[in-house]
RNA sequence: GGUCCUGUGGCCGAGUGGUUAGGCUCAGCUCUGCAAAAGCUGCUACAGCGGUUCAAAUCCGCUCGGGACCUCCA
């Protein structure tokens, strides 16, 4: 049985899908005004997870991510451009021409990190209808108004009949009590009845280039309401789970809920699930703070941070090696760490297709592999299912020694959990440069042999420089008592 | 200021009141021409103080430290 946390009740609950076996996964996805960073890599990879953990329940799932190209505010010197237009003035571009260009080098990532795509991937900027149809709706039923050519929800005419804040933990009085004070001015906060309402609709300046016709006015939606329509839209109205990073707790999804089951009489989610944040040196990392490292840094070792580069599939392990719900401390430290550690995994998976079976079992797969489905049911938890996956590394590593022996039976079963686990589920891949693979083995199979007649000869001077030539060249020799292998660097 | 989370061995990180999490690093040994890999062994921690309990890293209280959100954010 699954058990996730539901960020509404704050406990462990049963998964049971609305309409089983059709489940519902909305995830925030990126705003694309930039490269994503190291934090932008680890929702979507833990959503794969989710998404791959799902399907092999047999869930029939459909996976919404958005891309959002539309609608932030900015709120320093330029108030009320969005972002997208900010960045179009800057490098003198089309708007939707950077949208793109952010939201190709997002994809180019996320496939290095062999997360799969999602079913459906709606732009924000192609949902205005829907959009503004929602916002329409919401002013027909008394829950938002217009202003000055903007439209902005009614918070406190939503909080008589609902709970805003219950999912966030807030409560309504205390945000207005601090309403005014420490908070920054937000533009057109004049025009709201109440300082927690929040935009629908923007009216936008002549100067704004994205903007489109509405009822109200050219403008542009408020950045909550695309959520709703979107999921709305490919999802329903009520669909299994919402997710995000938890500093879309408030005020996105806790607007996203408001607005939503204003509109349709019902809560859009029924599970929310948050993650954490990546920190870097115990601080959150985000654009704003300019402390953020960008995946393409990670993967070329283009960072004075790091020592060298990291491949996608280390920065993959190395998320999933934490709990999803739990702070990740970046370091190099870390990532080297990650990657020796995911170096051994990956090393077991090819020795065990070569392991030959013995007559007896000296190791239970059928406990291992109910401990690894007792962790991922749990939530998700990816770091106790690896703790699992490594006892069986030194089982693998023993049989390989020849101390130790698994039935023909148990081996091809404990091959099956490997490729479904490793493989299927947590996403973690062998690791080779594709290209010219075909022809470097045979090439490298050739210069092992001569290498060895130099070490038989007791040319040690030469079988030497040879490993050493190769190490320089990418390739490491390893001497075994049968055959040399090698690896690529 | 308000709400909430968190503090685990050299590092990263799991932990349901009673059992060795796991990964990496380090030291020693085995194997080996050397190196690497692999195996074995060792290093056994829970911020501090107090309480509950037969038993607490785990529950409660206080103190100190770190963080998130309250504003765009994965």
Known sequence: MLRVYNTLTGEIENFIPINSPFVGLYLCGPTVYGYPHLGHARGPIIFDVIYRYLLHLNYKVRFVRNITDVGHLVNDADEGEDKIQKRAKIEQLEPMEIAQHYTDAYHANLDKLNVKRPSIEPRASGHIIEQIEMINQLIQKGFAYESNGSVYFD???????????????????????????????????????????????????????MQWPSPWSNGFPGWHIECSAMSAKYLGKSF?????????????????????????????????IHHNMVTINGQKMAKSLNNGILLSEVFEGKHELLEKAYSPMTLRFFILQAHYRSTLDFSNDALKAAEKGL?????????????????????????????IFKALNEDFNTPIALAHLFEAVGWINKINDGNAALTKVDLSTLKSLFQLVVIDILGLLEEQSSEGQ????????????????????????????????????????????????YSIK
Not at 258 to 272: D, E, G, I, L, R
Not at 479 to 484: L, M, P, Q
Request: one cysteine or more; hydrophobic letters at 35%; a negative charge.
């Open 240 to 272: 299994d789970i919402h997710g995000g990073g938890m500093d879309l707790l408030f005020p996105h999804h806790e607007s996203e809920i408001a607005q939503s089951t204003a509109c349709h009489n019902v809560a859009p989610a029924k599970y929310w």
């Open 438 to 485: 075909n022809f470097i083995d045979p090439l490298l199979q050739l210069i092992i042999s001569l290498r060895n007649e130099a070490k038989d000869a007791k040319d040690f001077k030469k079988s030497d420089e040879i490993r050493q030539k190769l190490l320089l060249a990418g390739f490491e020799l390893k001497d075994g008592k049968e055959c040399t292998t």
């Open 155 to 209: 918070v406190l005419k939503y909080a008589e009949t609902h709970d805003y804040g219950k999912l966030s933990g807030r409560i309504l009085s205390e945000l207005m009590a601090g309403a005014g004070e420490a908070r920054r001015e937000l533009e057109g906060q004049s025009e709201k009845l109440n300082a927690n309402d929040f935009a629908l609709w923007k009216k936008a300046s002549d100067s704004h280039i």
């Open 343 to 371: 170096q051994r995994l990956m090393n077991s998976l090819t020795i065990l297709n070569k392991l030959e079976p013995g007559n007896q079992s000296d190791f239970n797969i059928s406990v291992l592999n109910e401990n």
